[in-house]
T-cell receptor, first 111, second 112 residues
Framework: GENVEQHPSTLSVQEGDSAVIKCTYS??????FPWYKQELGKRPQLIID?????GEKKDQRIAVTLNKTAKHFSLHITETQPEDSAVYFC??????????FGKGTMLLVSP | EAQVTQNPRYLITVTGKKLTVTCSQN?????MSWYRQDPGLGLRQIYY???????DKGDVPEGYKVSRKEKRNFPLILESPSPNQTSLYFC???????????FGEGSWLTVV
């Protein structure tokens, strides 16, 4: 089955800095790659997603890039703010099969 | 309001006592799934369902059962719970695979 590796497991940045979280996947047939943000004690919520026919997608301060050849995708957050502090999960899905998540990255943004 | 509702939110039970966690969505979504979340392991899919009467195993199905008799409901059944099933469980739904997944608020389950 699919295997998704996520790095780093924790990331500390100063407010205003950029943050990058990277994920690799094993199944070259995977075609859907969402990113979720989970605040403490709350449910995961989708922040951005990308499909295999697109190389990059941006939504205000958040962007995701996908390299299908290398089988990796990354989340980029610019101008970080304290409210960006949360656990971020990447995931990969192949067609109608299981959605496999990475183990998560705890992002801490210090004022 | 569009939502995924799961119950109970918190439960402490004893080993071997059958329990069911209900999940209901009001968005007419075809795809529903269950995940468990454990520290350091992220979210792992237990079972998923493409539509009524269609279910399939995820990555960690052992010890769990599901059913999808109606489109809106997808209960998770623990026939004989064990302590290693102590976890935070999320139900989720999506219009179809490859679309935004909406999570329920989570159910904290402790098996003693």
């Amino acid at each position: 089955g699919e295997n998704v590796e996520q790095h780093p497991s924790t990331l500390s940045v100063q407010e205003g800095d950029s943050a990058v979280i990277k994920c690799t996947y094993s199944d070259s047939a995977s075609n859907y790659f969402p990113w979720y943000k989970q605040e403490l004690g709350k449910r995961p919520q989708l922040i951005i997603d990308i499909r295999s026919n697109v190389g990059e997608k941006k939504d205000q301060r958040i962007a995701v890039t996908l390299n299908k050849t290398a089988k990796h995708f990354s989340l980029h957050i610019t101008e970080t703010q304290p409210e960006d502090s949360a656990v971020y999960f990447c995931a990969a899905q192949t067609g109608y099969s299981t959605l496999t998540f990475g183990k998560g990255t705890m992002l801490l943004v210090s004022p | 309001e569009a939502q995924v509702t799961q119950n109970p939110r918190y439960l402490i039970t004893v080993t071997g006592k059958k329990l069911t966690v209900t999940c209901s969505q009001n968005m007419n979504h075809e795809y529903m799934s269950w995940y468990r979340q454990d520290p350091g392991l992220g979210l792992r899919q237990i079972y998923y369902s493409m539509n009524v009467e269609v279910t399939d195993k995820g990555d960690v199905p052992e010890g769990y059962k599901v059913s999808r008799k109606e489109k809106r409901n997808f209960p998770l059944i623990l026939e004989s719970p064990s302590p290693n099933q102590t976890s935070l469980y999320f139900c989720a739904s999506s219009p179809r695979p490859g679309n935004t997944i909406y999570f329920g608020e989570g159910s904290w389950l402790t098996v003693v």
